[in-house]
């Protein structure tokens, strides 16, 4: 068993290629119409492991919306991103206009930091020590 697809929830699928693309440097893998609003929207890491995919998924229930803003508003990541050097990564991200949130903290086995995606999500970005 693999882990293929794992998903995002945004708030509008185009700002959010935009911004996975545009400032994180993924690459747009799918998109496909699935209907009048939706569509099947995955974006790759060039960096990441050949196959993983990040779906960006829109919120269609309210329950999306709700479980998204408590993630926010208790600062809690919703997804985790890894990076060989945290500390250049969230510099470059800074420099692209992306909000990150402090600076990356010794957390023993790893050094994180959070940044905002712009689409109503916290990413903990991490290196393994």
Known sequence: MQIKVTSVM???????????TGKLGFQK?????????????????????????????????????????ALYDAGVPLNAFVTTDVEAE???LRERGVVVRGEPVDMGPIKAVMFEDGCGNLIHLVQPL
């Open 10 to 20: 945004v708030d509008d699928q185009e700002k959010a290629l935009a911004f996975y």
């Open 29 to 69: 893998m799918a998109d496909i119409q699935m209907g009048p609003s939706y569509r099947w929207l995955t974006v790759v890491s060039p960096e990441g492991i050949d196959g993983v995919e990040l779906s960006l998924d829109p919120m269609m229930m309210e329950a999306s919306r709700i479980y998204q803003k």
């Open 90 to 92: 969230a510099r470059k």
